[in-house]
């Protein structure tokens, strides 16, 4: 079945109660037992919601896995990933990633004993001298946030097995139509389902999948124990948003490519950051792993301060001006300022991201608007 067809049908049937074909909003929290312990499947809804559940059987299948699991939000879905480790166990996490990641790293779990080390991973030889006996997860973005750096799956998945190590993907930059890391040897993919897979920025949704059963079996009592779940409404908005994930991707993509041509041809713009460039560090690395180059866009001004990327952020009208990514509407935002903030200015700067930097999710309007607004934002 291919990824159009999956989107729509994978991992769904129509609701056995009635025959609905969309799936019911089941918003209840518990459920009647003829006798104690006897019940069709459902006890209570933090364990377990008919409406979660298809949502769970549908990223699993759109991802190339076997179990799906949903929470609140992304940062619940990698907070549930850290509670597979213990005290004193280690981390080897990309450099350049969400802040919201490196806050949730540094200010929560580094005091429960859990130490990460943040690096490059353009060469994984490098990584070994970082690897010991307590290592036990390797986190990956990619492409990563906001500087658009490609990891090579392959490689990551390959020296996470050599030194016994899970390896899990942030994949919410690519959506499991663009990219399917499992499919590369990764043990456990994540999502922030708020931007792409709901992809209309009306709920704020995290998932993993993964393929291993014990891995699962960990998982799911941590998500149970925890209660770190979507509702009932959110689980039906992202089911809802990932029927079109196809079609709007093949958009983005489109939109992505003509601003970022734009942008790489303008005077005033320099330092380009998008996967499909060929002049990309890690253009070939896109083009072995991802079946299309995305809609996020990252550039620094000319200029090289504050102040410009102020201006343009500032004066866009089609772009708003905000935090998130992945919906329909076009967004713009300054990471040093905004998603990047929790991360200390010198450890931003050492990974690229300057106070000039802006970072682009490109909707799916006309690209023409697009390309005029941006135009007279920085020329004004």
């Known amino acids: 079945m291919k990824i159009g067809t999956k989107v729509i049908h994978g991992g769904l049937s129509p609701d056995p109660a009635t025959g609905a074909i969309m799936t019911p909003i089941y918003q209840t929290t518990t459920y009647h037992q003829p006798r104690p312990g006897e019940h069709q499947g459902y006890e209570y809804s933090r364990s377990k919601n008919p409406t979660r559940d298809a949502l769970e059987k549908n990223l699993a299948a759109i991802e190339n896995g076997k179990y799906g699991l949903c929470f609140g939000s992304g940062m619940a879905a990698i907070d549930a990933i850290l509670k597979l480790l213990n005290p004193g166990d280690e ?7 969400y802040g919201g990641s490196y806050r949730l790293f540094t200010q929560v779990f580094e005091k429960f004993g859990i130490k990460f080390h943040f690096t490059e991973m353009n060469d994984f030889s ?16 990619t492409p990563t946030n906001p500087m658009l750096n490609l990891i090579d799956l392959n490689k990551a998945a390959h020296f996470a097995k050599k030194h016994n190590c899970l390896l899990g993907v942030d994949n919410t930059f690519a959506s499991p139509y663009l990219q399917n890391p499992l499919d590369f040897g990764a043990d456990i993919v994540m999502h922030s389902a708020t931007k792409y897979l709901g992809g209309h920025s009306d709920v704020v949704m995290g998932a993993l999948v993964v393929n291993d059963e014990k891995l699962a079996e960990k998982l799911y009592f941590i998500q149970n124990s925890s209660g770190a779940i979507c509702g009932p409404m959110d689980a039906f908005l992202v089911l809802r948003g990932i029927k ?7 958009r983005h993509c489109e939109n992505g490519e003509k601003v970022a041509e734009f942008l790489n041809n303008h005077s005033a713009i320099d330092n380009m950051y998008w996967p499909g460039l ?3 560090p890690n253009h070939e690395i896109a083009k072995s792993q991802m079946r299309g180059f995305g809609g996020m866009v990252s ?6 301060n504050y102040d410009a990327a102020k201006k343009i952020v500032s004066n866009v009208k089609v772009f708003s001006l905000a935090e998130s990514l992945g919906g329909v509407e076009s967004l713009c935002g300054h990471p040093a300022s905004m998603t990047h903030a929790a991360i200390p200015k010198e450890e931003r700067e050492k990974n690229g991201i300057k ?26």
Do not use: Y
Not at 126 to 137: F, G, I, M, S, Y
Not at 244 to 250: A, S
Not at 299 to 304: A, H, P, S, V
Not at 356 to 379: F, M, N, W
């Open 91 to 97: 981390v080897i996490s990309t450099g350049d990633l």
């Open 126 to 141: 490098k990584l070994d001298a970082l690897v010991n006996e307590k290592t036990k997860l390797v986190w990956v973005e």
């Open 244 to 250: 079109t994930l196809h079609i709007r991707m093949q």
């Open 278 to 280: 060929v002049n990309h």
């Open 299 to 304: 550039f620094n001004t000319i200029d090289d």
């Open 355 to 380: 106070d000039s930097l802006i970072r682009l999710s490109i909707g799916i309007e006309d690209a023409e608007d697009l390309i005029a607004d941006l135009k007279q934002a920085i020329e004004l």
